[in-house]
């Protein structure tokens, strides 16, 4: 009896039993527990940014809660601002006024009365005059000086101009004199004459003092009114018209005499006195005019 190798060709007996491949385990669980893992890492991670949210709003509340307010200034330098500076910043001290060094300055418009320190702008020293008027005429010459360092002017309130050169003005905060009341007794300041003010006679131009120049005497005479006036400067002059046909005159620099002046054009004399208004040409008496109201200062 012949033996036969088996079929498969391993020797005698029988070969290895036949291999089978284990069974696989499913990947399933794998998968699903890797995606549950990461659900729970996201659901933690999103608490934990919540909770942190929530903790830093709360203490952002209790920081601003103890912490004072504070207060934001706007300037009105700021592009956002929409509202004028606080009235305490607007409430401030006003700079002194700079005057111009030349010019004629009108009082009241251009330059306050008050006293004045004055000070040259050039090096050969400045000038001013106070003025009465602005036509030019050498009566409108109240005062005036030459300044050649530190000095002063003042001006008073009735001036109606100052004339500066080459002057720097500052305000000293002095105010003007005051014209104090006559003492009892003491001669009436202005004339007593009928119709007549500080200036002479009211509504007669050519018996009234130019511009704010005071009167220092006045008559009325049978035919004419006079007044002699007196400049800031002290210079005088007469003016007289003939209240018939209204011719007039207006002589610079008469002379006191006695109680009266005496004004000189060419070889005429006015002489006006308490008791008469003579008009002389050398040695021939012109005419003569009793006085019916006079007075001087």
Known sequence: MSTQPPPDGYGYGYGPPPFEQPPRRPKWPWVVGGVIVAALIATVAGLAVVLVRDSNSAGDETVAAASPARTVTVTADSPTASAPPPAATESTTAEPQTLPTDGILKVGVDIAPGEYAVRPTRSYGGYWERLS????????????????????????????????????????????????????????????????????????????????????????????????????VGRLYYKGVRVADGASIEIDDPVASGNGFTATNGAVQYQLSPDALAITEGSTLLGEEPVLQYWIR
């Open 133 to 232: 008027c602005l036509t030019g005429d050498f009566t409108c010459l109240l005062a005036n000086d030459n300044v050649e360092g530190d000095s002063y002017v003042v001006v008073l309130p009735e001036d109606v101009a100052l004339r500066i050169d080459g002057l720097e003005l500052v305000p000293t905060g002095n105010p003007a004199p005051g014209t104090a009341p006559p003492a009892a007794g003491a001669a009436p300041s202005s004339p007593t004459l009928d119709n007549t003010d500080a200036q002479g006679f009211v509504g007669v131009p050519q018996a009234r003092c130019n511009h704010t120049n005071a009167a220092v005497a006045a008559g009325q005479t049978t035919e004419s009114l006079v007044v002699v006036c007196e400049t800031g």
